[in-house]
């Protein structure tokens, strides 16, 4: 019986171990070339297999997509939570936290545009839900707090008021990234910041 349970085990870890290398291969791809370039194949020859085993793993593109990114919104969470140690959450820190936020996706264009300009479905047997990408009712209810001490916005509405600034940061990086107007990196920072000030010093 113990014999079993290790064999399973040893089988489960290798299985999980060529798992990761058909993740880690296709978000080579999709950092690399876009995602417009990811296929079974590439994604297959890149981690070293053939493009027929990949389907032991996974039942087609978009269930090894989605778990891709999954992968690829955790390691955004991890960078964010890394740069924001130590920021005081006042109005020039909460500028700070969505400076850096854009920041990341000015330098991984091709994440982003992955992550809002490719469809992707939930796959039968499961998945995360990545559309909102960051805990915005855990995360930004510690990073608004104090406004909401302050009288500047009310607690019920820190969930409406971090969704409007990432949503107008996504709106911003994408029309940068497509050259369509005058809007640049540095003047986004510019109308962020000044967003920021209204949302939450508007009652000062």
Known sequence: MEKEKKSDDKKNTKRQRIKMYFLEAAEEIIQAEGHESVSVRKVANKAGYSYATIYNYFTDLNELLWATKEIMVNKLYKTIIEKIQGVEFDISGIKKVFSI??????????????????????????????????????????????????????????EIVAKTIIYAVHGMIALCLSNNGDLTEENLHKDLEKMIDYLLLKKQ
């Open 101 to 158: 936020y854009a920041e990341y996706y000015f330098e991984n264009p091709n994440i982003f545009r992955f992550f809002y300009f490719y469809r992707l479905n939930r796959p039968e047997r499961g998945g995360e839900d990545t559309s909102n990408e960051l805990d915005i009712t855990g995360m930004w209810r510690d990073t608004f707090m104090s406004f909401v001490a302050d009288g500047s916005i009310k607690e019920q509405d820190i």
